[in-house]
């Protein structure tokens, strides 16, 4: 059961579907391949909404930027677009010029050129670092 607190998921829980979800892109990143936002949710067991998968995926990248790693987060995709969504754009050291702000930004699903290259840029990073690293 997902336990939430003001609509939002308690620490102990977001610090746990973190921990549960981590290792999950990590072994896509190893296999330089994408996953959809609905299948991280099936891997770890259901009973997470969209909204609070992107809480988990903003923890773990959040944790990933300050251990300077790159964003694991730019490996979970949706299904329609196969692109990030645009809480990705919302994430520590996004470029001011496509930084996203507000939640209606990252609920839009439209990316822009600049947006798309940065996710590219982004994704390679991801790969190439998990393709040097064990951990």
């Given at each position: 059961?997902?336990?939430?607190?003001?609509?939002?998921?308690?620490?102990?829980?977001?610090?746990?579907?973190?921990?549960?979800?981590?290792?999950?892109?990590?072994?896509?990143?190893?296999?330089?391949?994408?996953?959809?936002?609905?299948?991280?949710?099936?891997?770890?067991?259901?009973?997470?909404?969209?909204?609070?998968?992107?809480?988990?995926?903003?923890?773990?990248?959040?944790?990933?930027?300050?251990?300077?790693?790159?964003?694991?987060?730019?490996?979970?995709?949706?299904?329609?677009t196969r692109m990030v969504g645009g809480g990705f754009f919302g994430l520590p050291q996004?470029?001011?010029?496509?930084?996203?702000?507000?939640?209606?930004?990252?609920?839009?699903?439209?990316?822009?050129?600049?947006?798309?290259?940065?996710?590219?840029?982004?994704?390679?990073e991801v790969y190439r670092y998990w393709r040097e690293?064990?951990?």
């Amino acid at each position: 059961m997902v336990r939430m607190d003001g609509g939002r998921l308690r620490p102990d829980t977001l610090r746990e579907y973190a921990q549960r979800a981590r290792p999950i892109l990590i072994e896509v990143a190893k296999r330089e391949a994408l996953i959809t936002y609905g299948e991280l949710i099936d891997r770890l067991g259901g009973g997470l909404g969209r909204g609070y998968i992107a809480e988990v995926l903003d923890q773990i990248s959040r944790t990933e930027c300050n251990e300077r790693r790159p964003k694991l987060s730019a490996v979970v995709v949706r299904s329609d677009t196969r692109m990030v969504g645009g809480g990705f754009f919302g994430l520590p050291q996004t470029p001011a010029a496509i930084r996203r702000s507000t939640r209606e930004e990252w609920q839009n699903p439209r990316l822009s050129e600049a947006d798309r290259q940065y996710w590219q840029n982004e994704l390679q990073e991801v790969y190439r670092y998990w393709r040097e690293h064990d951990c």
